[in-house]
């Protein structure tokens, strides 16, 4: 991993390296820096240098503590680099995004100089090509930084995150001296630093005695700062906004937002994020886009059958089992027997049956999950958004259905927010399922960012999601939700037309009650402690718990409707009709 301190929360949101320490090891050089966001200290780094029987050793700990809809979530990454006599390098880490950490090794000889060998633990070593003049040794680049404030030169430095797999590089140009407390010979530096397809402008103060003492700049408009910790901390200002929230945005209401066939958004900020143009989105004008629900396969792509054997160069990606997704393992492998595919299931069969499984397999929907593997979820069924995508596509895979994840926006219930899903490659096109909501194919008000084959956490993309509509929103044109109307005792909603005899239908800005109560469509729901299962006298079924009604539509579609005791729930029940519009 580069040793270039940066500001964590590049990786935070998706992951951070972390070592292996050694105990009671003889240190020669301990260096402590910590981070802030938003003016809260949120984690720090911690660097010891020593030598050894085995050569030279740096160990570095990442940690960033950050909260998520009211859960705090505790990262960690710890990477022990060692370099032999004969010049060659071996490095061990460890990734702690939850319960279960990634671990793994990667080793480096003079003899090729552009070639690293990394093997994560269960999975077989990978070859990976390093770009001309990376630098790995951690001491190499403090060298480079310190040579390059006493000659008072530019710095381009290029690293490499083995845990991640992704490049680094950090290019700056000297602005003058600057000291800072305790480091009075400090210089300050202006220029980006790059982690992956993610760069960001950054000021960084650079010692010739010290290396790096302080760095500076902005997440998505959020402030960050990584300096020595024994700088004075920055004053503390405002309560700030916390990073998740910044990323969710209101959205007009709309009752039946989940069936959805179309949706047209426009950009609300001053310049539109890059919108990948095809399959489902399509570029209407400038900052101006329509969405599409995904049709359901028809045809021979209905009847396609998972791949058997060896698969084609082009869905081989979509099939290998990695780090995040290995499917060969025995919890994952238990799964695919408990799911119980039925022999001769189509690709569009299994991709139903496994969004359907893991929503309900999945039952603690934990916001405190940092990033979760595949074999973890399969241990232990809790997470969010991820967790139900990483499983899904390892299911699929292990199945012989190619699937990838994808990484973007989704509105639901009123909230535009950063979202995971899975799709599958079905009639040679990718299908969009939110095993998250068990929405196979997904709901069309989604904007995809980019899609990951998973073969490692820097390729998943949740950098570059949670940067992108800081200073707006897509939200919906004029005409959002023109298409529901009331009409007597019935609601027409998108392709369904809902009658309810007696009780009477609402609709006010956007949001409808029957009978006084909120009524909306929502996700099918999961097993709930004490959740009845009801049946109207006309043969409607729903579940109820919690004063929530979720009555069964038909075709995957549910109504959810608040506020009611059990015989008011049977009461909607047994009046409610429905009929295709």
Not at 98 to 124: C, D, I, N
Not at 366 to 395: I, K, N, W
């Amino acid at each position: 991993m580069a040793a270039v301190p940066r500001p964590l929360p590049i990786l935070a949101l998706t992951a951070l390296l972390v070592p292996a320490w050694t105990a009671q090891a003889p240190r020669e050089d301990v260096r402590a820096y910590r981070s802030w966001i938003a003016g809260e200290e949120a984690g720090g780094t911690d660097k010891r240098a020593w030598s050894g029987p085995e050569g030279r050793i740096i160990e570095v700990r990442d940690w960033i503590r950050i909260s998520r809809l009211g859960v705090d979530i505790t990262q960690d990454q710890t990477t022990r680099a060692v370099r032999r006599h004969d010049g060659a390098l071996s490095f061990t880490f460890e990734l702690r995004l939850s319960q279960e950490p990634l671990k793994g090794t990667a080793t480096w000889t003079p003899a090729k100089p552009l070639r690293l060998v990394v093997a994560f633990q269960g999975m077989p070593p990978r070859e990976v090509d390093l770009p001309e003049g990376t630098v790995l040794w951690p001491g190499d680049e403090d060298d480079a930084l310190k040579t390059a404030a006493r000659e008072r030169r530019p710095v381009h430095l290029k690293g490499y995150s083995i845990a991640t797999q992704q490049p680094t590089a950090l290019d700056l140009e000297p602005v003058g001296p600057d000291p800072l407390p305790g480091f009075p010979d400090a210089l300050r530096y202006r220029g980006k630093a790059q982690d992956g397809p993610m760069a960001q402008d950054v000021e960084v103060w650079i010692s010739p005695r010290e290396a790096e003492v302080r760095q500076s700049g902005t997440f998505g408009g959020i402030p960050l700062l990584v300096q020595r910790a024994s700088l004075p901390a920055p004053a503390a200002g405002a309560p700030a906004e916390g990073f998740f929230a910044r990323t969710l945005k209101r959205v007009p209401p709309h009752p039946f937002l989940p069936w959805l066939d179309t949706v047209d958004v426009a950009w609300s900020g001053a310049t539109p994020p890059d919108l990948p143009e095809g399959g489902l989105q399509t570029r209407l004008g400038p900052g101006r886009w329509r969405l599409r629900r995904a049709p359901e396969p028809a045809g021979p792509a209905r009847a396609e059958r998972p791949v058997t054997g060896a698969p084609s160069a082009e869905d081989a990606p979509y099939l290998e089992a990695t780090p995040l997704v290995q499917f060969r393992d025995p919890a994952v492998a238990a799964l695919v027997r408990r799911l119980g595919a039925p022999a001769g299931a189509t690709r569009w069969e299994l991709a139903q049956r496994v969004s359907a499984f893991v929503y309900d397999w999945i039952q603690d929907k934990d916001y405190s999950v940092g990033f979760a593997s595949a074999q973890e979820v399969a241990r232990h069924p809790r997470g969010d958004c991820t967790e139900h995508g990483v499983l899904a596509v390892a299911l699929l895979r292990a199945l012989g259905v190619p699937a990838r994840g994808a990484v973007g926006w989704i509105a639901m219930e009123g909230t535009l927010g950063l979202h995971f899903w899975a799709e599958v490659k079905v009639g040679g096109d990718w299908v969009p399922i939110d095993p998250t909501f068990d929405m196979a194919p997904a709901s069309a008000f989604r904007l995809r960012l980019g899609t990951s084959a998973l073969a490692d956490l820097g390729s998943v993309g949740w950098d570059n999601a949670s940067a992108a509509f800081q200073d707006g929103a897509w939200l919906p044109v004029s005409g959002w939700g023109d298409e529901v109307r009331i009409q007597g005792d019935t609601v027409f909603a998108p392709g369904l037309a809902l009658r309810a005899q007696g009780p009477r239908w609402a609709l006010k800005d956007g949001s409808l009650t029957l009978d006084g109560h909120p009524a909306a469509a929502a996700p099918r729901p999961g097993p709930a402690a004490g959740a009845r299962l009801l049946q109207g006298s006309n043969g409607r079924k729903g579940w109820f718990a919690d004063g929530l009604l979720y009555a069964d539509c038909g075709g995957g579609r549910w109504l959810r409707i608040a506020g009611l005791d059990q015989a008011g729930a049977l009461r909607l029940l047994d009046a409610l009709e429905t009929r295709p519009r």
